[in-house]
Nanobody, 118 residues
Framework: VQLQASGGGLVQPGGSLTLSCATS????????MGWYRQAPGKQRELVAG???????KAADSVKGRFTISRDNDKNTVYLQMASLKPEDTGVYYC?????????????WGQGTLVTVSS
């Protein structure tokens, strides 16, 4: 399984970014997928998930600001982030979402760093 996140960068508070995570080695459309964030000095946490049927859920801290989506033809999951805050800073990863409690399916792949700062 290969998971490669991209699209991160430096953005000012209030700004927007869209992350992408390309996957390979899996039958993508049968798996629930999640975006996870590891902030400096903190444990990795689930920020948004999407089921194989397209149902979505976001953590309270990002609800209304982050939107997760997927393109099964491209084996890719996306995270649209708006109204970014400094506390959104961290390395973002995607993974198979085993459950909404944050448990994952596969070894972590490459993450992408998001820095929200003025």
């Amino acid at each position: 399984v290969q998971l490669q996140a991209s699209g991160g960068g430096l953005v000012q508070p209030g700004g927007s970014l869209t992350l992408s995570c390309a996957t390979s080695g899996i039958i993508f459309n049968i798996y629930d997928m999640g975006w996870y964030r590891q902030a400096p000095g903190k444990q990795r946490e689930l920020v948004a998930g999407i089921t194989s049927s397209g149902n979505t859920k976001a953590a309270d801290s990002v609800k209304g600001r982050f939107t997760i989506s997927r393109d099964n033809d491209k084996n890719t999951v996306y995270l649209q982030m708006a109204s970014l805050k400094p506390e959104d800073t961290g390395v973002y990863y995607c993974n198979g979402m085993r459950d909404w409690d944050g448990t994952t399916r596969w070894r972590w792949g490459q993450g992408t760093l998001v820095t929200v700062s003025s």
